[in-house]
């Protein structure tokens, strides 16, 4: 098949990896595989490593900041240009099958519907279910979709309503472990850290959900308890959010714990950082529908400290692989980094197990597996 890919930014964060994943398999089972960005950058240069053709064009994607009589003209005249650019290449290149990563890429479902070419959308994205946009979002997913794949049973949970079930495939992400298997940092010299120091890190966006601020709180609870640990933050922030690096910066002042948080930026050796790592932190405040960097530390044996919401419920065992905290208690979270800390043997173990479950539930090869099951489906 010629398959069209749309995806709309060109980092290497979670849904970006699962792109490259999926035009990967897609390639490697035969199919001919055109990669559509909105923009250039790390992602684009890891599809031409892969030798998968790829193009940049604006796709319009909407988000909430163009709720607005000048923000739709805006995304209006995008979408229009998208449309005729991508109707071009689907008639030139024959394209049978169009693959939408994630909501906000409508355009995808549009063209597919009006050139009657099948349609798999890749949600990885969960909304406030009373949302226009989660209205909107799921009317043109569900009016355009031939099949819907979701990430885990909690972004299924939160579409079904708009979305026919029927449509709905969950297919896990999952990761290669060998990529992982890197030589880690030793953050404690880097740090000038003592050896027994525990080191607890994330790694995410920096943005009002991914947890950045509840991380530093938690910091703080740490502190009072006088545990000895270090927190390491890793992630930069989507174009036109860089403020937040300031409200960083001045969380962690305020909050006196200076001396116990580093913040690393953005980085592109988060393998061997991790890999580093004592315990991996996971403090999301809002939905997370399957973080890829949770699979990326439990392949690395690390134990995982969650919050209760989204795909981490699915990704980690409470009690065995880490534990699922609440958004809102830093203080009970670091009453479990204090036990933690006491016994580090358990510590360890966790680690283990995280990585036990990793490989029996998250391979990569399951994914691609799935993936290329459900588009042969199609055919």
Not at 12 to 32: E, F
């Amino acid at each position: 098949m010629n398959i069209l890919c749309l995806h709309v930014v060109s980092d290497l964060y979670g849904s970006s990896k699962v792109l490259l994943q999926a035009a990967h398999a897609l390639k490697k089972q035969g199919h001919r595989v055109i990669v559509v960005v909105s923009e250039n950058g790390p992602l684009v240069a890891a599809l031409n490593e892969l030798d998968i053709e790829t193009s940049i064009i604006r796709l319009g994607v909407l988000r909430k900041r163009y709720l607005s009589f000048k923000g739709l003209i805006n995304r209006a005249k995008v979408l229009w240009t998208a449309y005729y650019s991508l109707k071009k290449i689907c008639e030139a290149e024959k394209i049978n099958l169009i693959y939408t990563n994630t909501a906000p890429v409508i355009i995808g479902g549009i063209l597919a519907k009006r050139m009657n070419i099948k349609n798999i959308w890749h949600l990885h994205e969960m909304l406030d279910a009373n949302s226009f946009m989660h209205r909107f979002f799921g009317f043109i997913i569900n009016q355009t979709s031939n099949k819907v794949v979701v990430v885990s049973d909690a972004v299924f949970n939160n579409w079904q309503s708009r979305i026919n079930p029927k449509k709905i495939v969950r297919i896990y992400n999952g990761i290669d472990p060998v990529l992982h298997q890197v030589a880690a940092i030793d953050l404690h010299t880097s740090l000038h850290l003592s050896p027994k120091t525990l080191l607890i890190g994330m790694i995410g966006r920096v943005n009002l959900v991914k947890g950045q601020f509840y991380f530093i709180e938690i910091a703080a609870a740490a502190k009072k308890l006088q545990l000895d640990c270090h927190f390491i933050m890793v992630g930069d922030a989507y174009e036109g959010y860089e403020y937040l690096y300031e409200e960083v910066a001045n969380k962690i002042s305020n909050a006196g714990v200076n001396n116990m948080v580093t913040n690393l930026g953005y980085r592109t050796d988060t393998a061997q950082i991790i890999n580093g790592l004592d315990l991996f932190m996971l403090p999301s405040i809002k939905f997370d529908s399957f973080p890829l960097v949770v699979l990326e530390a439990m392949a690395a044996a690390k134990p995982i400290i969650a919050t209760k919401l989204g795909g981490a419920i699915e990704q980690v065992a409470h009690g065995e692989t880490g534990y699922l905290v609440p958004i809102n208690d830093a203080e009970q979270v670091a009453n479990y980094i204090k036990e933690c800390l006491e016994n580090k043997a358990v510590l360890k173990q966790m680690g283990l197990n995280a990585k036990t479950r990793f490989t029996e539930k998250f391979l990569l090869t399951n994914f691609e597996n799935n993936l290329v099951t459900l588009v042969a489906s199609m055919q």
